[in-house]
């Protein structure tokens, strides 16, 4: 009961007493708490009462050299832990300031046993009152635990979960090593994230999850497995392009390693930049924007590559008909530096380059990922990473399928260069610098002979389209307690886009030259956020700001964004959690729709071009049974303001072509709900996923002002994806998709050309109009834009790993399936009347065309692994 | 330049190929409207131009059936009944033909009724725009980006009263045939219509001979072009480009422009494309906004119909109600340049 009792009322009793007077000469100036009790006991008979629970008796500490009493030792060895020493009843009892539980903070790194690779989100709590925290990007955790607490749990749905004793408080960092799983067994996602910080709008894959399920042509592809989730969606069968509730493809945020990244398709979008192979971890937030994020309306997709083995060398290479990739990893300076470095390229023009290149073209992609990383000490690191992704494409002039006048010739390419500095200031104060390069780079050749004037000439294009962006970047984090975390940052950028540049040998005689337009930019911003958990952890609340600032001649646009994120914590593992959030995009992206060209532009707010809006609510339910099932359940609403869009095409490879005057901006509505059933443990997994969606636009000189289905818009999408352990080391993994066709404009009616009806023939000069060889006699009547739909789109894949075994240190793994088992004859493109079409005079009927992509495609490939 | 638009086509149909699928089109309920293209000019006869649509629908194909019996009435600004156009019988035309002998006058307020059988009547109204005041400065033949044109300095003046002036130039080249009219024993004959008469008597005393210069119902449009950053063209594509017609909106001030025409097809045979004989023609047209606006989007549709699910479809603006097409006041200039041997 005296332990319980409030300090101060004893201490008035006892501040006189003989036993705390009474002369003591301690034998050294330092010891641990528990030798100086000890000592006192020993040297002057007292007998002192306290609890181990609450003292930490290992605790160094130091005295000054001017205590002489046994209250003046106990004051001063006690200094700090809340425990002041009251004589009662003959005895020394150490007690409590209050009744009231003391926490301290223990902090450090969580990385994986072998390789010493940070891990990114896993779960650090505290087993008795559940209250905990999860790793940043960084690997790093803070984490307040009350002096009762023995241990603490660290958990990863990729690693062995584990029990670590809680060493004394001051025993510095405390970094931990997990042991991953076997990497054959299934790999999970979100599984033993009960932690309050994860949120219903956000989905975080972990490494080897990209590789579970099929895909086409066995490619890893990080932005198709986010696919499989609720909310998101592609353009087209089996593209990359990532479409989060009904926004643009532009609207998605993509940050390697921090660095943004503008053009993320190889192959018209077919395969996306991020090799699959060098990812570690993939985050995407769909609502609930933590405020550090800003620049884009619908999404953030944020990748952190692998750091490279702090141990040992490995390697991998992965061989499939279509491509080979290539990793290799290890220390350059043990348990300090270490270096990850992969290569992905496609073989087509090598294994096929004869027969194909006469007949297409040539194609070849290839992306390299670097990353070194050093460790300076155990609170300070470097990282240092690098991206280079290059697509080469030549098309002949004398193609078998499309002659053209010309030969083509394009070179796109995406550099990305980040030196990060993470720091650990205090144990409850982290932060990281980072300063990032990012460069997109896309040129375009014709060559060709023809005759533009009496002579024959041979005629030289070039094109030129090129992004780059120099930034500075501080995030920090501020753990004030287990109930309050504070985070703040800023940074500024500075962009330069030079959208299009083109230049040719013909002489312009009478055509003005204008020069390339340039745009030179700084972007700033700033973001303050306080996460608070409230009523016993119950209520979490995370209100933030974002603050975004466009300075360039001519125009300055600045924009406060205030974000808030409230959510209630039931028992049973349930929660619901409601959100809002405005976003602000600077920069805006005029494509062509629905295929991802490396000549889309991109484009600044300027004068007349104001930054795009979005204000987006959600309402969420989340349910968890034990690690094994997730369930949630997700309303949103989304507002689109000042959104952009050109109602022709345009002309990048054109100087004089005036982006600015073809744009038009309107608004945007998008709503729908989201559901998801997942397992994540056990023989079998999978998720099961529906989304009921619709985005809608208006544009006050487009479809007479009304609404008109977003071209992006589906109302349903399910996938559905299994995965089954047969064994260790062989699985079989399915997976369905589909979803509602997309919304496609069909005439009304047709009516006579006015040309046509004139008897006026003829056609324009084709080599300087892009679409001038649709010569048709009709006009269409549209009375509705996007007023029909197209098939839906469907497929079963199915696909199978197994372990071969290993010989000496060499693994084998082969990895086999079939992409669209069915073959299903999925829209790809839909074209009423043909692409080319036919002179004036010619009758012929007009109907709809579809051009599918992929039937039945099979897969495999070889992977060696040391 | 097709650009990667093209390629993107190469790519999917090389891709694609064997994969391309009929589909079914939905029946329609809708109903064929009336398609009327008219053009007032100011000091010229009323002409009109009468079609039908298609709703489009399975079994549907390109063709259009002249609409030969249709009521075509111009009114005035008071409703009264100015005309009924009749029907011009014409085998090569397109489109039925329809005139009147009514000349429009500048600044004046017209109504046109059009009746097809078993469609929608369809009206319209238009003012004609006051008389267009252009000065040919000069005219020069150049080089643009490679290619022989013919330029024309013009100078539009300002539009009165400070009000806004739609402004449209294009070029044409009439067709013309050429023909030798002879006269035999006091009798007229066409070479064409009597080619074998013709040989046989060509050569005997008294037969005269007139060459004659057909100018026919059939044009060729020459692509033009503008380096003016004025232009509307510049909402449809580049300053590099060429369109049907370079399209300016006057506000207020007079407009001193540069305007390009492919010079190609000027003169017959003069290159391998082999460009028919015939006259050229160069209007410099101040039109209504309602047909300016269906001229700019026209251009839109003529670059790229939409018609694929890759674009955006445009929609053709129009001021027919009830019906199709497009109704325009216009005053013009019109230049009639003779490089062919007529």
């Given at each position: 009961?005296?332990?319980?009792?409030?300090?101060?009322?004893?201490?008035?009793?006892?501040?006189?007493?003989?036993?705390?007077?009474?002369?003591?000469?301690?034998?050294?100036?330092?010891?641990?708490?528990?030798?100086?009790?000890?000592?006192?006991?020993?040297?002057?008979?007292?007998?002192?009462?306290?609890?181990?629970?609450?003292?930490?008796?290992?605790?160094?500490?130091?005295?000054?050299?001017?205590?002489?009493?046994?209250?003046?030792?106990?004051?001063?060895?006690?200094?700090?832990?809340?425990?002041?020493?009251?004589?009662?009843?003959?005895?020394?009892?150490?007690?409590?300031?209050?009744?009231?539980?003391?926490?301290?903070?223990?902090?450090?790194?969580?990385?994986?046993?072998?390789?010493?690779?940070?891990?990114?989100?896993?779960?650090?709590?505290?087993?008795?009152?559940?209250?905990?925290?999860?790793?940043?990007?960084?690997?790093?955790?803070?984490?307040?635990?009350?002096?009762?607490?023995?241990?603490?749990?660290?958990?990863?749905?990729?690693?062995?979960?584990?029990?670590?004793?809680?060493?004394?408080?001051?025993?510095?960092?405390?970094?931990?090593?997990?042991?991953?799983?076997?990497?054959?067994?299934?790999?999970?996602?979100?599984?033993?994230?009960?932690?309050?910080?994860?949120?219903?709008?956000?989905?975080?894959?972990?490494?080897?999850?990209?590789?579970?399920?099929?895909?086409?042509?066995?490619?890893?592809?990080?932005?198709?497995?986010?696919?499989?989730?609720?909310?998101?969606?592609?353009?087209?069968?089996?593209?990359?392009?990532?479409?989060?509730?009904?926004?643009?493809?532009?609207?998605?945020?993509?940050?390697?390693?921090?660095?943004?990244?503008?053009?993320?398709?190889?192959?018209?979008?077919?395969?996306?930049?991020?090799?699959?192979?060098?990812?570690?971890?993939?985050?995407?937030?769909?609502?609930?924007?933590?405020?550090?994020?800003?620049?884009?309306?619908?999404?953030?997709?944020?990748?952190?590559?692998?750091?490279?083995?702090?141990?040992?060398?490995?390697?991998?290479?992965?061989?499939?008909?279509?491509?080979?990739?290539?990793?290799?990893?290890?220390?350059?300076?043990?348990?300090?530096?270490?270096?990850?470095?992969?290569?992905?390229?496609?073989?087509?023009?090598?294994?096929?380059?004869?027969?194909?290149?006469?007949?297409?073209?040539?194609?070849?992609?290839?992306?390299?990922?670097?990353?070194?990383?050093?460790?300076?000490?155990?609170?300070?690191?470097?990282?240092?990473?690098?991206?280079?992704?290059?697509?080469?494409?030549?098309?002949?002039?004398?193609?078998?399928?499309?002659?053209?006048?010309?030969?083509?010739?394009?070179?796109?390419?995406?550099?990305?260069?980040?030196?990060?500095?993470?720091?650990?200031?205090?144990?409850?104060?982290?932060?990281?610098?980072?300063?990032?390069?990012?460069?997109?780079?896309?040129t375009f050749s014709q060559n060709s002979d023809f005759k533009l004037a009496s002579a024959a000439v041979n005629f030289n294009g070039k094109g030129v389209s090129r992004i780059r962006d120099i930034a500075l970047h501080n995030e920090t984090e501020f753990n004030v307690s287990n109930t309050q975390k504070l985070s703040f940052g800023g940074g500024y950028t500075y962009h330069n886009f030079a959208p299009t540049a083109y230049s040719s040998n013909i002489n312009p005689g009478d055509a003005i030259q204008r020069p390339a337009p340039k745009y030179y930019m700084s972007e700033l911003t700033m973001y303050g956020e306080d996460e608070l958990r409230l009523f016993d952890d119950r209520l979490t609340l995370r209100p933030g700001a974002h603050f975004g600032a466009l300075i360039q001649r001519g125009s300055l646009y600045r924009s406060l964004q205030p974000r808030m994120m409230a959510r209630w914590d039931f028992p049973h593992e349930q929660y619901i959690?409601?959100?809002?959030?405005?976003?602000?995009?600077?920069?805006?992206?005029?494509?062509?729709?629905?295929?991802?060209?490396?000549?889309?532009?991109?484009?600044?707010?300027?004068?007349?071009?104001?930054?795009?809006?979005?204000?987006?609510?959600?309402?969420?339910?989340?349910?968890?049974?034990?690690?094994?099932?997730?369930?949630?359940?997700?309303?949103?609403?989304?507002?689109?303001?000042?959104?952009?869009?050109?109602?022709?095409?345009?002309?990048?490879?054109?100087?004089?072509?005036?982006?600015?005057?073809?744009?038009?901006?309107?608004?945007?509505?998008?709503?729908?709900?989201?559901?998801?059933?997942?397992?994540?443990?056990?023989?079998?997994?999978?998720?099961?996923?529906?989304?009921?969606?619709?985005?809608?636009?208006?544009?006050?000189?487009?479809?007479?002002?009304?609404?008109?289905?977003?071209?992006?818009?589906?109302?349903?999408?399910?996938?559905?994806?299994?995965?089954?352990?047969?064994?260790?080391?062989?699985?079989?993994?399915?997976?369905?998709?589909?979803?509602?066709?997309?919304?496609?404009?069909?005439?009304?009616?047709?009516?006579?050309?006015?040309?046509?009806?004139?008897?006026?023939?003829?056609?324009?000069?084709?080599?300087?109009?892009?679409?001038?060889?649709?010569?048709?006699?009709?006009?269409?009547?549209?009375?509705?834009?996007?007023?029909?739909?197209?098939?839906?789109?469907?497929?079963?894949?199915?696909?199978?790993?197994?372990?071969?075994?290993?010989?000496?240190?060499?693994?084998?793994?082969?990895?086999?399936?079939?992409?669209?088992?069915?073959?299903?004859?999925?829209?790809?493109?839909?074209?009423?009347?043909?692409?080319?079409?036919?002179?004036?005079?010619?009758?012929?009927?007009?109907?709809?065309?579809?051009?599918?992509?992929?039937?039945?495609?099979?897969?495999?490939?070889?992977?060696?692994?040391? | 330049?097709?650009?990667?638009?093209?390629?993107?086509?190469?790519?999917?149909?090389?891709?694609?190929?064997?994969?391309?699928?009929?589909?079914?089109?939905?029946?329609?309920?809708?109903?064929?409207?009336a398609v009327v293209y008219s053009e007032l000019v100011a000091g010229r006869k009323a002409e009109m131009r009468v079609g039908k649509s298609k709703p489009v629908g399975p079994d549907i194909n390109n063709y259009f059936e002249p609409v030969t019996n249709a009521t075509a009435q111009l009114l005035g600004a008071d409703s009264q009944l100015l005309e009924q156009l009749h029907y011009v019988k014409d085998t090569s035309t397109n489109m039925a033909f329809y005139r009147g002998n009514t000349r429009i006058d500048a600044n004046k307020t017209y109504y046109i009724q059009v009746k097809v059988?078993?469609?929608?009547?369809?009206?319209?109204?238009?003012?004609?725009?006051?008389?267009?005041?252009?000065?040919?400065?000069?005219?020069?033949?150049?080089?643009?980006?490679?290619?022989?044109?013919?330029?024309?300095?013009?100078?539009?003046?300002?539009?009165?009263?400070?009000?806004?002036?739609?402004?449209?130039?294009?070029?044409?080249?009439?067709?013309?045939?050429?023909?030798?009219?002879?006269?035999?024993?006091?009798?007229?004959?066409?070479?064409?219509?009597?080619?074998?008469?013709?040989?046989?008597?060509?050569?005997?005393?008294?037969?005269?001979?007139?060459?004659?210069?057909?100018?026919?119902?059939?044009?060729?449009?020459?692509?033009?072009?503008?380096?003016?950053?004025?232009?509307?063209?510049?909402?449809?594509?580049?300053?590099?480009?060429?369109?049907?017609?370079?399209?300016?909106?006057?506000?207020?001030?007079?407009?001193?422009?540069?305007?390009?025409?492919?010079?190609?097809?000027?003169?017959?045979?003069?290159?391998?494309?082999?460009?028919?004989?015939?006259?050229?023609?160069?209007?410099?047209?101040?039109?209504?906004?309602?047909?300016?606006?269906?001229?700019?989007?026209?251009?839109?549709?003529?670059?790229?119909?939409?018609?694929?699910?890759?674009?955006?479809?445009?929609?053709?603006?129009?001021?027919?109600?009830?019906?199709?097409?497009?109704?325009?006041?216009?005053?013009?200039?019109?230049?009639?340049?003779?490089?062919?041997?007529?």
């Amino acid at each position: 009961m005296l332990l319980l009792a409030p300090v101060r009322v004893l201490r008035a009793q006892s501040k006189q007493d003989p036993m705390l007077q009474q002369a003591y000469n301690p034998p050294s100036r330092e010891g641990t708490i528990l030798f100086f009790i000890q000592d006192i006991q020993r040297q002057t008979g007292i007998s002192i009462s306290y609890s181990s629970s609450f003292l930490h008796l290992n605790k160094k500490v130091q005295l000054t050299g001017s205590e002489h009493s046994t209250g003046q030792v106990l004051n001063t060895i006690l200094q700090g832990t809340g425990i002041q020493a009251a004589a009662v009843n003959g005895k020394i009892f150490l007690l409590r300031e209050s009744s009231q539980t003391q926490y301290y903070t223990i902090s450090g790194f969580i990385k994986e046993e072998n390789s010493k690779e940070v891990i990114i989100g896993a779960s650090v709590y505290d087993p008795v009152t559940r209250r905990g925290t999860i790793s940043n990007s960084y690997g790093f955790y803070s984490l307040q635990v009350p002096d009762s607490c023995t241990s603490i749990i660290f958990s990863h749905i990729g690693y062995e979960t584990l029990l670590h004793p809680l060493p004394p408080p001051d025993d510095g960092q405390l970094d931990i090593h997990m042991q991953p799983r076997n990497p054959l067994q299934t790999v999970v996602v979100n599984g033993d994230q009960d932690s309050v910080t994860l949120q219903a709008g956000y989905i975080r894959m972990p490494v080897g999850y990209v590789s579970n399920f099929p895909s086409l042509l066995g490619e890893k592809d990080v932005l198709k497995s986010l696919q499989l989730y609720p909310g998101t969606g592609s353009s087209l069968e089996s593209s990359s392009n990532l479409l989060i509730r009904g926004g643009g493809v532009d609207q998605n945020l993509y940050l390697l390693d921090g660095v943004p990244l503008y053009h993320t398709g190889h192959l018209f979008g077919l395969f996306s930049i991020f090799n699959g192979d060098a990812v570690k971890d993939v985050s995407l937030y769909k609502d609930a924007f933590p405020a550090r994020f800003g620049g884009r309306l619908s999404s953030v997709v944020d990748i952190r590559t692998r750091d490279g083995n702090m141990k040992e060398w490995h390697g991998k290479a992965t061989v499939s008909p279509v491509s080979v990739s290539t990793e290799l990893e290890g220390p350059l300076v043990k348990d300090k530096s270490a270096m990850f470095l992969s290569y992905r390229r496609s073989l087509m023009d090598w294994l096929y380059g004869r027969s194909l290149t006469r007949q297409y073209g040539k194609y070849a992609l290839s992306d390299i990922n670097f990353k070194l990383n050093q460790l300076i000490n155990n609170k300070n690191r470097v990282y240092l990473s690098f991206y280079k992704g290059q697509d080469n494409m030549f098309i002949p002039r004398d193609n078998t399928p499309f002659p053209l006048d010309d030969d083509y010739r394009f070179s796109w390419s995406n550099i990305t260069a980040a030196l990060k500095w993470t720091r650990v200031i205090s144990p409850k104060v982290f932060t990281n610098t980072t300063a990032t390069y990012s460069r997109f780079y896309n040129t375009f050749s014709q060559n060709s002979d023809f005759k533009l004037a009496s002579a024959a000439v041979n005629f030289n294009g070039k094109g030129v389209s090129r992004i780059r962006d120099i930034a500075l970047h501080n995030e920090t984090e501020f753990n004030v307690s287990n109930t309050q975390k504070l985070s703040f940052g800023g940074g500024y950028t500075y962009h330069n886009f030079a959208p299009t540049a083109y230049s040719s040998n013909i002489n312009p005689g009478d055509a003005i030259q204008r020069p390339a337009p340039k745009y030179y930019m700084s972007e700033l911003t700033m973001y303050g956020e306080d996460e608070l958990r409230l009523f016993d952890d119950r209520l979490t609340l995370r209100p933030g700001a974002h603050f975004g600032a466009l300075i360039q001649r001519g125009s300055l646009y600045r924009s406060l964004q205030p974000r808030m994120m409230a959510r209630w914590d039931f028992p049973h593992e349930q929660y619901i959690q409601a959100s809002f959030a405005q976003m602000t995009q600077f920069i805006h992206q005029l494509t062509t729709p629905v295929i991802n060209l490396p000549t889309d532009l991109w484009v600044p707010s300027t004068e007349n071009i104001k930054p795009e809006r979005a204000y987006s609510y959600s309402l969420s339910y989340q349910k968890q049974w034990e690690t094994k099932w997730r369930f949630n359940i997700n309303l949103y609403y989304k507002l689109l303001k000042d959104i952009v869009t050109t109602n022709t095409v345009l002309n990048i490879f054109d100087n004089s072509d005036l982006w600015e005057k073809k744009v038009i901006s309107g608004d945007g509505y998008n709503y729908g709900s989201e559901l998801l059933l997942e397992k994540n443990t056990g023989r079998l997994t999978g998720i099961f996923s529906y989304t009921l969606a619709w985005a809608w636009r208006e544009f006050r000189t487009l479809n007479s002002g009304r609404m008109f289905p977003y071209k992006e818009d589906r109302r349903h999408n399910l996938s559905l994806a299994l995965k089954y352990r047969v064994k260790p080391g062989w699985s079989l993994s399915a997976s369905w998709k589909f979803s509602s066709g997309s919304p496609f404009t069909l005439p009304a009616q047709i009516f006579p050309d006015y040309d046509w009806g004139r008897n006026i023939n003829g056609k324009l000069d084709e080599r300087y109009s892009p679409f001038s060889n649709n010569q048709i006699n009709y006009l269409p009547f549209i009375t509705r834009l996007n007023n029909f739909r197209l098939n839906p789109v469907h497929h079963l894949d199915i696909g199978t790993t197994i372990y071969l075994g290993s010989t000496r240190t060499l693994h084998h793994t082969l990895t086999a399936g079939v992409y669209n088992v069915y073959s299903r004859s999925n829209p790809f493109i839909v074209s009423y009347d043909q692409f080319v079409t036919m002179s004036y005079d010619e009758i012929y009927p007009l109907q709809l065309y579809q051009y599918s992509l992929f039937r039945t495609l099979p897969y495999i490939s070889y992977t060696l692994k040391f | 330049m097709k650009y990667l638009f093209q390629i993107w086509c190469v790519f999917s149909v090389a891709a694609l190929t064997g994969c391309i699928r009929d589909l079914p089109v939905p029946p329609t309920s809708g109903k064929a409207r009336a398609v009327v293209y008219s053009e007032l000019v100011a000091g010229r006869k009323a002409e009109m131009r009468v079609g039908k649509s298609k709703p489009v629908g399975p079994d549907i194909n390109n063709y259009f059936e002249p609409v030969t019996n249709a009521t075509a009435q111009l009114l005035g600004a008071d409703s009264q009944l100015l005309e009924q156009l009749h029907y011009v019988k014409d085998t090569s035309t397109n489109m039925a033909f329809y005139r009147g002998n009514t000349r429009i006058d500048a600044n004046k307020t017209y109504y046109i009724q059009v009746k097809v059988p078993d469609t929608k009547d369809v009206t319209a109204r238009t003012t004609i725009p006051p008389l267009i005041k252009v000065e040919l400065q000069d005219s020069l033949r150049t080089t643009l980006n490679g290619r022989d044109v013919l330029r024309f300095h013009f100078n539009i003046q300002a539009p009165p009263a400070n009000g806004k002036q739609f402004i449209v130039m294009e070029a044409l080249k009439q067709l013309a045939q050429l023909d030798t009219i002879f006269t035999y024993r006091n009798v007229r004959y066409r070479v064409r219509d009597r080619r074998a008469l013709f040989n046989q008597v060509k050569n005997e005393p008294g037969v005269t001979f007139v060459k004659d210069t057909l100018y026919l119902n059939s044009y060729l449009r020459i692509p033009v072009y503008t380096q003016d950053e004025n232009a509307d063209n510049n909402q449809v594509g580049g300053l590099n480009e060429n369109y049907n017609s370079i399209l300016f909106t006057q506000r207020g001030k007079p407009l001193n422009t540069q305007f390009y025409i492919n010079a190609t097809a000027l003169t017959a045979g003069s290159t391998e494309v082999e460009p028919p004989i015939g006259r050229v023609l160069v209007n410099v047209k101040s039109v209504t906004q309602e047909y300016y606006d269906f001229l700019l989007t026209y251009e839109k549709v003529r670059r790229n119909p939409g018609l694929n699910s890759l674009i955006q479809a445009i929609q053709i603006r129009s001021n027919a109600i009830g019906g199709l097409g497009v109704i325009g006041g216009c005053s013009q200039v019109a230049y009639y340049l003779y490089y062919d041997n007529l």
